[in-house]
């Protein structure tokens, strides 16, 4: 049976599926043969289903936990999904929604049947006859069909799976010499993954006691709950913005799962969990010790890395690069504190509460004693709204001369800013020295938050935003896009806004040329679905020019878009005349991923 599950799956995917579907229905009908059954249901005699059960603390029975560590395999088919996430059309619906399907139907059916049997059945006959279910079922042979179906079908599962599990281990370098079980034949399977996962299946059924092995395999299972439980418990309550779930879990779900599950291991059996435990402290470190770098970051980098932020907060430094663990760390020039004053709920908007802000007063010698009084207040009064600031003064005679050695000498600290927040005059006097700053943050891998508010409306009701994006190239991918164009940074800070002003966002993009529209409309909604913008949401696809549409949509407290390369001040105020509006002009720093 064993060289058939595994001729069937090393055959093709897609054929195993198929065999599924048929290993299902003689699933189904032996599930009806059983509970059609009237042996489970004209028992009057007394039927325990809670509470003490004779035999249960006999040598042969093992107690109620051997029995959990050998049933518990029986509950863990239901991630098979999790294991075929590659093989998926859309991996993060179809995951969770499979996943809680399938443990929905699984329990109605393992309690249906459990009430059946006990109905059916006496304590003895429980304990001594491991057919009882065939016997009294209406039909024993197509029962015995189902059971051996099950069997069939876990195996298989498992034998699509895990392969695609190893070959993914060794595309990201952890399998050492890995290169052979990454390659796949042509028509996508990978084969080699599959030869080595077929000969440790092998040599587990040449055990022969399958009991015996199935403690150990739970182990494993429940290490991995509690490992899933323990990193969205901790990342759910360290608040990262590349933490968006479509499907949220209650904090106090993850922690008792995570508790339960260790519980469960050590119970079952100490010996075994020590090993399991053992054995995953040992690949831990060796991972460590490979110092690996994955694109976008990880989970482990994303949580260490707010770990150690929020301990640098209070007692050390830390430096964080992972897109992952992203989060705006502003740095606030200031010349005017009583302009500072006008802009203390925009930044509370733009950092809190995970950011942090520095604010660099640029002075003379004759008015730094001053200003480092009115700083401190308005830096005490921004840690009180719960955004961690610091605030420092820089004796410079000129504005750009004092900020750009501001950014220099910043850019080796420990707790580095990562955006420069400046604000726009309605004059033209710091023209020239704006436009020098956002060069040397280009220079400087520093992104630039350009606020330009409305001479009269300010940010008026703080209850409409806008979000302009330019529409990709034909045939170019959604991340690609947005880096090629800078538009990461535009997303992340839209999606701030409406969160702190519990606004809806509209998204909107122009296209000049009609047949343009639907491809702008697919963008968008992959936009939506990629970043996780929460609902609700508007989507608007435009035709015509740009410059057309400011005055015509519809009316905004803020419009959020990306600073052009070549930044063109005269442009960025024509924007906000047009579209009567404060605009907020974004300039990534390379370092932010709205997707991750």
Not at 275 to 283: E, I, P, Q, Y
Not at 316 to 335: C, D, G, H, I
Not at 494 to 509: D, Q
């Amino acid at each position: 049976m064993f060289g058939v599950v595994f001729g069937i799956a090393y055959m093709s995917a897609t054929l195993a599926f198929r065999i599924q579907y048929v290993v299902m229905a003689i699933i189904a009908v032996s599930i009806v043969l059983v509970l059609a059954s009237p042996a489970g249901w004209n028992n009057t005699a007394d039927v325990v289903l809670w509470g003490s059960f004779p035999g249960t603390g006999t040598a042969d029975s093992g107690g109620f936990w051997r029995v959990f560590a050998v049933f518990f395999p029986a509950a863990t088919v239901i991630m098979a999904g999790a294991n075929m996430s590659g093989e998926l059309k859309d991996p993060r619906r179809a995951i969770p929604l499979g996943t809680m399907a399938a443990i929905a139907v699984s329990t109605v059916i393992y309690i249906a049947l459990a009430v059946w049997i006990a109905n059916a059945s006496s304590t003895e006959e429980l304990l001594t006859n491991y057919t009882v279910m065939i016997d009294k079922s209406l039909w024993g042979p197509g029962v015995l069909a189902g059971l051996l179906g099950a069997t069939f079908s876990s195996a298989l599962a498992s034998l699509v799976g895990a392969p695609r599990i190893l070959m993914a281990l060794a595309k990201d370098d952890i399998v050492p010499r890995g290169a052979w079980l990454t390659q796949s034949s042509s028509n996508g399977e990978p084969r080699n993954a599959m030869i080595v996962s077929g000969v440790i299946t092998l040599a587990a059924l040449l055990v022969r006691d399958l009991n015996l092995i199935a403690p150990l395999i739970t182990m494993f299972f429940l290490i991995t709950y509690a490992v899933i439980n323990g990193v969205v418990l901790v990342e759910g309550s360290l608040g990262l913005p590349s933490f968006r779930p479509t499907l949220r879990v209650p904090r106090l779900v993850s922690f008792v799962g995570a508790v339960g599950c260790v519980f469960a291991m050590f119970i079952v059996n100490p010996t075994f969990s020590l090993v399991a435990v053992g054995v995953v402290f040992a690949l831990y470190a060796y991972i460590m010790r490979m110092n690996l770098h994955p694109d976008g970051g990880d989970a482990r980098s994303g949580i260490f890395g707010a770990l150690a932020e929020w301990a640098a907060a209070r007692a050390t430094e830390y430096q964080v690069v992972s897109p992952r663990a992203w989060k705006p760390n502003l740095l606030v020039p200031v010349q005017d504190t009583e302009e500072l004053r006008g802009e203390f709920h925009t930044l509370l908007d733009l950092a809190r509460p995970e950011g942090t802000i520095k604010l660099l007063g640029i002075t003379t010698q004759a008015t730094a004693t001053d200003a480092t009084v009115r700083m401190e207040s308005l830096g005490r009064a921004l840690r009180a709204q719960g955004v961690f600031t610091t605030w420092s003064v820089l004796d410079s005679t000129t504005f750009a001369t004092g900020l750009v050695a501001g950014l220099q000498s910043l850019r080796s600290a420990f707790f580095r800013p990562n955006l420069l927040f400046v604000s726009l005059d309605e004059s033209h006097d710091r023209d020239a020295d704006l436009l020098h700053l956002v060069g040397e943050c280009r220079r400087l891998e520093v992104g630039v938050l350009l606020m330009a508010d409305h001479p009269k409306a300010g940010l008026g009701r703080r209850a409409a935003v806008h979000l302009w994006l330019s529409l990709p190239e034909a045939g170019e991918g959604v991340g690609a896009a947005l880096t090629r164009t800078g538009q990461h940074l535009s997303i992340l800070m839209a999606l701030r806004v409406s969160k702190a002003w519990k606004s809806p966002l509209r998204l909107i993009t122009v296209v000049e040329d009609v047949a343009d529209k639907a491809r702008a409309h697919r963008f968008l909604e992959d936009v939506v679905d990629l970043a996780r913008v929460p609902s609700p949401f508007e989507l608007h696809v435009r035709q015509g020019a740009l410059a057309d549409h400011l005055a015509s949509a519809p009316q905004s407290d803020l419009d959020i878009l990306a600073l052009p390369a070549a930044a063109d001040l005269d442009a960025v105020r024509n924007f906000v005349r047009l579209s009567r509006s404060a605009c907020l002009f974004c300039q990534d720093s390379g370092g932010e991923n709205a997707l991750v």
